[in-house]
Structure formats: C-alpha cells, structure tokens
C-alpha cells in the first residue's frame, strides 16, 4: 500500500516554519542573524526597491486569483464629490450662516453631487446584473471616499463584493467602509496601483474629477492608443464638464493626436446609459449565463 501521505510531504520545511525557530536570545536582535525575508529594516532599504516592486505586484494578484476575480469595471472620480444628502445638509449650514462665499461652494458641491449617485446606481447595476453569473463583473475603485465611495457603496447596496485599491497619501485617503474587507489593498507605488486598475479591468467609467483622475484617466488613453493594451470602453460621465475641460478638437486640429482617437472613450450622463453601453459591448444577455466563447 503506497502512503500518499508521505507521497505528498514536504521535502524542506516551509518559510512560515523556518521564520517561527526560535533563535539564541543573545544573538535574535542582531540585524545580521534575522532572516531576510523576515527582517523588515532590511526590505525596507533603498536597495529593495526592485523587490517591493515585486510584493505590491503579487500580493493583490495573488489574492484575487484565489478569490476568483476575473472581471472587474473601474469607476475612477473624484474624492472630493459628496453624496447628495451630505452637500444639501453643508448647504443649509453655508445658508444658516450668511456666508455668501460658502453659499456658492455647497450650491457648486450639491450641483456635483449627482455625480456621486450616478456612480453609486452605476455600481449596482452592474453588481445587480452580473452578480450571479459563473464570472461576476467586480467594481474597483481607488478605495476613498467621494465617487470612489460611491463605487463601493452601489456595489455594497447590491450585495455583491467590491474592490479598493487604497494608497498611501497625505491627505484624502482612507478606505470608505463598502469595500470588501478581503478586498481591500493598499499600495505605496502609483504605477503598480494604476497598473492592478488595468489588469481585469473590461471597462473604464471616469467620473469629473482633478489631477488624479486625468491622470488614470489618459495613462489608460495613451496604452490603448498606442497599442499596449487591448480596446475597452472608456465611459466619461459628464460630457459638459469634459468638453469644457479637455479640447479634444484642438488636439485633432493641430495634429497632436490623430483622427479617430476621440472614439476611444464614449460620453454618457447616466448610469443606465453607461450600463447600455457595457452590456451591448459584451452581449451581456437577460440570462444567467454566458456562451463559453464570451469574455465575461
């Protein structure tokens, strides 16, 4: 009788056991004794950097390969848009105190907001509609609050799961509470950040927002423009607000892009049109499958 047990054992203990061994009191402390990759002073050196690279690369690949996400839609925005209830209260409070200045702020802040529940609907109908097929569709945002929020908190209101993919600032940011715990990550290198953003991603949904959108927002232009990586709707919520932000006509005009590169995003001003678009892209049926040659 052959014991697969023994079949399947270890040849050399694992990492984990190695870095449980107690050591020598006397020498435990000495930076030269610790384990490299137990040792935190030095991962953390300059010389590492290639290496935490690597880690922020895997860590979330990793875990979204074991829990099973394949597909996801990105909803990129502003931090700074509130939710409609949040800017009509900041508006009462501007006009209890007489403060004209702030009484324009919370006006222009509450006309923003609707901003905010198209990308909450938006969410939940993509967590609605794709949910209980053999390859969800995942929200994805940057994890903080604002439209980024509002992400999280349509797909949240649906039942479904949620990513967050958090970084390391100064300000503006810290992980709302929609997203999915087990989904929650945090990155200290915008590239590989921006980078997990593209990686399943089928779609691309910006909402108005400053440098940080426009930054995602044209990285994600420029890769699909020059070939780098595939096709996908690119979805601009707000066409007056982008028109009057971007003039994608001067760029054509003066031969700084090329004819047909404004059809690589699509303008839309609600969620249900924005849900349109993505459904007819994919030949998202009424059912809960999907032939086996589709990519969702």
Same mark, same amino acid.
């Given at each position: 009788m052959i014991r697969h047990d023994k !079949? %399947?054992?270890?040849?050399? *203990?694992?990492?984990e056991e190695e870095a449980r061994q107690p050591a020598p009191q006397e020498i435990s402390q000495l930076p030269a004794y610790r384990l490299a990759f137990a040792d935190e002073d030095f991962l953390l050196r300059e010389e590492l950097r290639p290496v935490r690279m690597q880690l922020e !690369?895997?860590? *979330? @690949?990793l875990i979204q390969k074991e829990l099973g996400i394949e597909h996801?839609?990105?909803i990129f925005g502003s931090a700074r848009i509130p939710d409609r209830a949040s800017a009509e209260q900041a508006l009462e409070q501007a006009r209890a105190d007489a403060d004209p200045? %702030?009484?324009?702020? %919370? @006006?222009?802040? !509450?006309?923003m907001s609707r901003y905010y529940e198209e990308a909450r609907r938006f969410a939940r109908l993509v967590t609605e509609n794709t949910g209980s097929r053999p390859h969800p569709i995942y929200v994805v945002t940057g994890g903080g609050p604002g439209i980024m929020e509002a992400?999280?908190?349509?797909a949240y209101e649906a039942g479904g799961r949620s990513l967050g993919l958090n970084i390391v600032l100064p300000h503006e940011q810290f992980p709302n509470p929609y997203i999915t715990p087990e989904l929650c990550f945090r990155f200290h290198y915008f590239g590989l950040r921006k980078m997990h953003f593209l990686?399943?991603?089928? %779609? !691309?949904?910006?909402? *108005?927002g400053g440098y940080g959108t426009l930054d995602e927002l044209f990285e994600t232009l420029t890769l699909i423009q020059t070939g780098k990586c595939r096709r996908r709707p690119i979805l601009l919520f707000g066409r007056e607000f982008w028109s009057r932000l971007i003039d994608f006509e001067l760029l054509i005009d003066s031969g700084m892009i090329s004819p047909g590169d404004e059809q690589l995003f699509r303008y839309v001003e609600t969620a249900e049109e924005a849900w349109a678009l993505l459904k007819a892209e994919y030949e998202i049926g009424n059912h809960n499958h999907v032939n086996s040659n589709e990519p969702i």
């Open positions: !079949l %399947a054992a270890r040849n050399f *203990p694992s990492a !690369l895997l860590k *979330p @690949e996801t839609v990105v200045d %702030a009484i324009r702020r %919370a @006006e222009r802040r !509450l006309g992400g999280n908190r349509g990686i399943r991603s089928v %779609a !691309l949904v910006c909402f *108005p």
